[in-house]
């Protein structure tokens, strides 16, 4: 008996819950979470409404599973990937690495939704401000002062407190995305906003430079003598 071999298009179709996520957050984002019916969400699926439950336990699961994928939780799965684990040495590389791959996600029709969505439905679904503000943000929080506390360590970076580091990083970075992404009537164009990332990581990078080679032997500030500072 032949065995078939799914094709590159089959391998590549999204499954059923990825359909389920897609369309269930493109109907949150149109008819926001509480107009949003499963009878509607499945038929855009293409599926029977009793399918889904095959799935998820319900429409609070649903929007759980897309703030689990989309915003900072995107960013922190990036973070844990191999190819931002080789640039652990390498603070310039990384922090342009992080800035491109932010400027994909932004240009990401799903991110606006999501950001739509997630706006108008944090402090209306219990637990889902909680998820997102404190669980998600927490973990790319961690996960980038890790990144930065190495840098310091290894005296590739001149900070006296790590985690502040990483915020600032982050915070200039969200300050372009207003800039070009969220307060215009259309988004900038991509050059325009490559040029803002440009001139804000050459400035960034000026204010972590060691100065020089003498004072890559000194312990950074702040950092207890190489111990992991407690955050």
Known sequence: MA?????????????TRERILIEALDLFAQSGYGGASMRELARRVGIRESSLYNHFSGKAAILEAIVAEH???????RLEE???KQLARQPAAFCRQFALDLVEQWSDPREHQFQKVITAERNRVPGIRAKFADHFYAREQSLMTDYFRGFALAGLISTPDSRETARLFAAGLIYIRLEHYVMGAVPSPRAKVLEAIDRYLAFFLSLIATGGADTKKRKPKGENRGKAASD
């Not at 915003?71 to 799965?77: E, K, M, N, Q, R």
Request: no cysteine; net charge neutral.
């Open 71 to 77: 915003g900072p939780a995107s960013s922190a799965s």
């Open 82 to 84: 191999p190819r931002y």
């Open 3 to 15: 065995v078939h071999t799914p094709t590159a298009a089959e391998a590549a179709a999204p499954t």
